[in-house]
């Protein structure tokens, strides 16, 4: 399974940005999504997960209400949309995939490279 995460960018305090995540490979509709992020010094935190159906999400709390993660079966993708950004959400985001990890989990097999989200003050 190989992920590809793209769609980060230099924003303003209070902007919006789209990230996604193209799969290929091996990749079954029954893997569970997620999104995570790394900022500078910091270990990578969980952000968002979406369950293979698309029915359950999950959030940290610290970007509830602020970002929604949705996903394409037919296209092998998940998105993350980013509103009212906040300096604080600077990191590296990743997604990831698996089987088994739901949830708040951080236990994925699968994971992108990363793309890099900047928010300035």
């Known amino acids: 399974v190989q992920l590809q995460a793209s769609g980060g960018g230099l924003v303003q305090a209070g902007g919006s940005l789209r990230l996604s995540c193209a799969a290929s490979?091996?990749?079954?509709?029954?893997?569970?999504m997620g999104w995570f992020r790394q900022a500078p010094g910091k270990e990578r935190e969980f952000v968002a997960s979406?369950?293979?159906?698309?029915?359950?999400?999950y959030y940290a709390d610290s970007v509830k209400e602020r970002f929604t993660i949705s996903r394409d079966n037919a296209k092998n993708a998940v998105h993350l949309r980013m509103n009212s950004l906040k300096p604080e959400d600077t990191a590296v985001y990743y997604c990831?995939?698996?089987?088994?990890?739901?949830?708040?989990?951080?236990?994925?097999?699968?994971w992108g490279q990363g793309t890099l989200v900047t928010v300035s003050s």
């Open positions: 979406i369950t293979w159906s698309g029915g359950i999400t």
């Open positions: 990831a995939a698996d089987t088994d990890a739901w949830g708040y989990s951080i236990e994925y097999d699968y």
């Open positions: 490979g091996q990749i079954r509709n029954n893997y569970n």
